[in-house]
């Protein structure tokens, strides 16, 4: 059972599919036996009873289906095989948990609706565990009712490795399992299924208690599904044994993400004790009116959101030097419409193409009347010199925010106490291929968010460095005012990082 990618208000957030290589590959590391007592939490289709039936294997089968129609297509296809119950309950809120089994197995839903009543219950009976994204429920659940030695097999979208947000689903499989192997592939590997998710994950957990030293073996790089067998041959499976993460590095990893190391020199820097981006600047996310609509306006230069959004009067436009008066309570007269940064992919300089309405009657609205729509958060930084990082892209870049306010779709950095002087060096690292890497290592998404950036390794370069790459980066910047900048214009920039990195 997975999920579609359309995120809806659905409890279930199921779609039943079947991939034969991948349910194969998944009971196959089960390595579940006549007569063991076996769960599988969510049997939707029963895609896993069906193969461990196909491979002539009669454990007791303890099966859970909340919804409805799925339990019944269930009841009616195995009521002949006794040695199969089915429940008819939602395994998140059962009250079975004394019930112990041998091996688990499952593909449960991603992200299913859960009403605020109900999120209310799941933070108290599950502390420190995402309760917004119900795979990871189920895992923790299901593990607790493991037997000692047992074994549990799940595919999950491969995000619990970094998110930020399962940083505590990490800690208690750290603690308290062995994880015996994570097998990566593209969710594509499931036919005729558009996923929310890019990389799906079949993680194999044994209730056992592990060492510092205990290895996790990764497994990636598959062209195929048929290719995941391949993993079950001692012979073949070095072909995609990409790495090992010994449980001592991963808990010395920001976050204790699961970090997979492209290159070696990546893996140094996080071995060393370092300073992080989070030591030199404040990184914070920005502004939102609750209301586009009405108060962002565009620049008539500007082709795109011409249906919902108006042009501004140019004549309106605030041209003062915000930093020096920082208006928070709002600006009197005409001109009160001031430039905003918004996200995209844009290198070292971006245009003022977008205008924010800063009335006293737009303020008040954004901070008492429409408080709960709108973001008024960190305004110590609105209209103050940083750098802007979209929340989302697939390439990382970066550009001056240069005394505007900036929109919650960037992430805005800006330098503490004494760092002023390495506002263009930052500039440069988020740009270039080795801030890139870093980047993506913490987190392999496309998310770029606050708590990602925070932990980014923050080298400091010698004077001379330090002077080369500003010299580099005001060029830049003067070139991205004319023309979009190219990879070519990139290579002095990223030469000097790699020295500095010594990547």
Known sequence: ???????????????????????????????????????????????????????????NISAVEMNDDAYNLAKEKYESFDFINIENNDFIFSENGSKKYDRIIANPPYGAYQSEEKRKLLKKQYPGIFTKE?????????????????????????????LHLHEGLRSFLLEDSVIESITLFPSKFFPNVNFGYAGLSVI???????????????????????????????????????????????????????????????????????QTIDNFFNVVTGFYSGNDAKYLRRHPAVTRGTK?????????????????????????????????????NTRFSKPSDWFMDWSKEAIFDYKVTNKKRARFQNSQFYFKSGIAVPMVSSKL??????????????????????????????LGFFNSQTGEKLVRTINAST???????KKVPFLIPTIEQLERCNEIVRDLISRAKELPITNDDLEPLNRIFEDIYQA
Request: with cysteine; charged share 20%.
């Open 204 to 274: 194999s957990i044994k209730k056992e208690q592990p060492n510092s030293q205990t290895e996790i073996p990764i497994y990636s790089g598959f062209q195929n599904p048929k290719e995941l067998l391949e993993v079950l041959n001692t012979e073949l499976r070095n072909k995609y044994h990409t790495t090992s993460l010994t449980y001592n590095e991963i808990k010395k990893a920001p976050s204790m993400a699961f970090m997979l190391y492209s290159e070696e020199w990546i893996k140094g820097i996080f071995k060393k004790d370092y």
């Open 447 to 453: 998310n770029n968010s606050a708590n990602y950036i």
């Open 397 to 426: 870049t970066a550009a001056l925010i240069e005394n505007r306010l900036f929109d919650q779709s960037i992430v805005g950095i800006f330098p503490k106490n004494n760092s002023e002087n390495y506002l263009l060096y930052a």
């Open 308 to 344: 919902k959004y108006q042009e501004v009067v140019l004549e309106n436009i605030n041209s003062e030097d915000l930093s020096i008066t920082q208006p928070l309570e709002g600006i009197e007269g005409e001109k009160h419409w001031v430039p905003i940064v918004k996200g995209g």
């Open 134 to 162: 119900t795979y990871g429920l189920f895992l923790y659940k299901a593990f607790r009712q493991l037997n000692e030695g047992g074994r549990l097999v799940f595919i999950i979208p491969d995000t619990f490795m970094s």
């Open 1 to 59: 059972m997975v999920a579609p990618a359309k995120r809806t208000r659905d409890e279930f957030q199921a779609f039943y599919t079947q991939c034969n290589y991948i349910t194969e590959y998944m009971v196959s590391i089960l390595d579940c036996k006549d007569s063991m007592q076996t769960l599988e939490p969510c049997i939707g289709g029963g895609a896993f009873v069906d193969q461990i039936l196909q491979m002539g294997i009669q454990p």
